[in-house]
């Protein structure tokens, strides 16, 4: 098994390596910039690069640090470019709809009774 260290997150913060975008709880999210393509967003499994990365957490996340790792599969399975991709950091709960869901559901079961709790 291969053990991973997060980094130590120190400042001023630079978040560069994977290591700093996962211990500061943030998320990398691709979207491929091709015309006609259906697949637009997906999140990185930042994990899964820094095992293949020879650098594991240190691994950077600059644009071409990371294209190296990462293809559209709907652009490939087109037979299209599929480079084209735009990376984006992000917070870790922009995509979670876990929670926001089962508040919501909460909440309308609460007006379904008529307001009581
Ligand atoms: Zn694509």
Known sequence: ????????????LTINTIGIVIA????IVARCCTNG?????GRLNLVQIAKRSPLGWEQGTLHDE?????????????GRN???LAF??????????WPKAEHDRS???????GGEN
Do not use: W
């Open 1 to 12: 098994m291969m053990k991973f260290p997060l980094p130590k997150v120190t400042f001023p």
């Open 24 to 27: 500061t709880g943030h998320e």
């Open 107 to 113: 909440e309308a079961a609460k007006r379904a009774r």
């Open 88 to 97: 984006t950091l992000s917070t870790g709960d922009a995509h979670c709809l």
């Open 82 to 84: 599929d480079k084209n």
């Open 37 to 41: 393509c259906t697949r637009k967003n």
């Open 66 to 78: 990371l294209l190296q790792y990462v293809f559209c599969p709907v652009c490939r399975a087109a």
